[in-house]
């Protein structure tokens, strides 16, 4: 059975730094693209980063240079290393695994979610 269980989430102030971990289980995550996504209330769903299975990543614009995708085969987890935190950061954030289509990936399976909370 697969499973994705995110975690690291949590409240900071503008500035700081949160690590996302996200632990898969019943897949190897070297063999698929690997995202994050996150939800602000009231907004819809938008990607953040991807890690392609040859390790290739890629960012939206409002996080790059500041977010930083990775993955450890070993641990089979995604990570995602968010640093100089703005609030327009908070959300909920969701690691997805799926195939590469486009420049992104597509999201066959979904962990279930951990917050962010960034305040001024």
């Known amino acids: 059975e697969v499973h994705l269980v995110e975690s690291g989430g949590g409240s900071v102030q503008t500035g700081g730094s949160l690590r996302l971990s996200c632990a898969a289980s019943?897949?190897?995550?070297?063999?698929?693209?690997m995202g994050w996504f996150r939800q602000a209330p009231g907004k819809e769903r938008e990607r953040v980063a991807r890690?392609?299975?040859?390790?290739?990543?890629g960012y939206t614009d409002s996080v790059k240079g500041r977010f930083t995708i990775s993955r450890d085969n070993t641990k089979n987890t995604l990570y995602l290393q968010m640093d100089s935190l703005k609030p327009e950061d908070t959300a909920m954030y969701f690691c997805?695994?799926?195939?590469?289509?486009?420049?992104?990936?597509?999201?066959?399976?979904w962990g279930q979610g951990t917050q962010v909370t960034v305040s001024s």
């Open positions: 019943g897949f190897t995550i070297s063999n698929y693209c």
């Open positions: 997805a695994a799926g195939f590469w289509s486009g420049d992104w990936c597509t999201s066959k399976y």
């Open positions: 890690i392609g299975r040859s390790g290739t990543t």
